[in-house]
């Protein structure tokens, strides 16, 4: 493998329950982690995290660069030798999500009454994951 | 002409039996490879899931979840992957036979037992054993969905750290490869405890940080990895249905074959001997006019 800088990445897959959403070359992934956003380029240190909802922002190195962006609601990312694992249960890459109905869960989600702390947590995270969702929509627009 | 002409009616009828078991064996083959497509790209998940736990075994990380406690059986729960439709050999009566097997051992121990089940076949045949089915799912076919298992793991999950089950079996066929299915009872809960990664040619800097902590993280990890078993289970179950499928199906086609064969053997002699016959009459009659 060419090892240059210039066309050396990092290998990054998405993998969810059913199928792996993506596996491809990057010069970087920016990953959501539970408690904040985390870049990882090249000879980055090994870790393994847990993820929060978000996106992963994949800059690819082939020919010319383009930004991925793939919202992962849960789940963990393993990063080692220039890999980066990411499993997640639920992956839905930017390019499939339609704003207007992101935009509508959103709404269906904030106008939802929740009673007792579970019900309430379990709102925000719904909340949460949904608002993302329209940025990420948003975005990709 | 009366018995050939049965013999004809009755090859007939095993043409349209054959020209339908072969098309039923079309269909399971191009189901089964869907299937085993869909087993494949699962396969990737498990595997990553499998290093990752290894890792966090390797650091060392006091491994004690809830998961993973073995209590003494009070009170178990068993699931039954079955099938929705049958004509496919000893499928659904190979895990019908396992099931019953499971619980007829828990009757004995006096442990009692919920038992669910995925496909009409299995909720008519525990039904007629007389097994009492807490739980039916016929919505299952070739293709199940992460999303469509996810409910039913969370549940019992749910039910574990509640203390509501102290085990979970699940009755389904595992596919070994397309030459081996076995009817297996599997015990998913409690979660056998990950095992180290063994010196794999590791390197000293192979060690992982952990965000936020190793103990935070197994506690997620150890929920995923039980769901992605149980929905392996599902998908075996599909992928070793449609290969049944396809066996029982082949050999009923070749079987046809072999009737129509010997059918038409016993037509063509039944109708020539019936010339025969006629010819002896006339010769007979000439003979007669003869004299």
Known sequence: ?141 | MAKARALDRRRKSVRNIRKITRTMELIATARFKKAMDRSVAARDYTKHLASMLENIAAVGADVDHPLLEIRPTKRTAVLVLTGNRGLCGGYNSNIVRQAMALLGQWKSEQVGTTVAVSGKRGIGALKFRGVEVAETYTTFEDKPEYAAVAPIGQAYLEAYAAGEIDRLDVAYTRFHGIAKQEAVTEMLLPLAPPEAAEGSGRLASDEYDFYPSARSILEELLPASFMSRLFKCFLDAAVSEQVARMVAMKAATENAGGLIKSLSRAYNRARQSQITGEIMEILGGVEALKQ
């Open chain 1, 1 to 141: 493998m060419a090892d240059s800088p210039r066309t050396a990445g990092i290998q990054c897959v998405i993998v969810t329950p059913e199928t792996t959403i993506l596996d491809v070359k990057a010069r970087s992934v920016v990953l959501p982690l539970e408690d904040g956003q985390r870049g990882v380029g090249r000879g980055h240190a090994p870790f393994i995290g847990r993820l929060g909802a978000g996106a992963v922002r994949i800059t690819t190195v082939d020919g010319r660069e383009a930004v991925h962006s793939v919202f992962v609601e849960k789940g963990f990312v393993e990063v080692s030798h220039d890999v980066v694992t990411v499993i997640t249960q639920r992956a839905l890459p930017a390019e499939k999500l339609d704003l207007g109905t992101a935009r509508q869960d959103l709404a269906a989600i904030s106008s939802q009454a929740a009673r007792g702390d579970e019900a309430i947590d379990a709102k925000l995270q719904a909340q949460q994951a949904a608002r993302e969702i329209v940025r990420i929509a948003e975005r990709a627009r």
